[in-house]
């Protein structure tokens, strides 16, 4: 049992021990991500900012301020 115990301990330590060492992402990798996301944002702005969603968000608008309560 005293073994059992022991052997667990240090596997759990030495597992812990590589989590730390990969914790974190390296700068490419941030790089990457931060490049993804520009991407993305910029996108997302060309669809929102189009003429044919425009005309739907004012159109939504414009029923929200017309329904009588």
């Known amino acids: 049992m005293y073994k059992a115990v022991w052997a667990r301990l240090r596997a759990l ?10 914790a974190g992402m390296v700068t490419s990798e941030y790089a990457m991500g931060i ?13 929102v900012t189009s003429g044919q969603v425009d005309a739907e968000l ?10 009588g309560m």
């Open 58 to 67: 004012q159109a939504i608008v414009k029923r929200a301020l017309d329904a």
């Open 35 to 47: 490049v993804a996301a520009v991407a993305f944002a910029v996108v997302l702005y060309k669809v």
């Open 13 to 22: 330590k030495c597992g812990a021990w590589a989590a730390r060492r990969d």
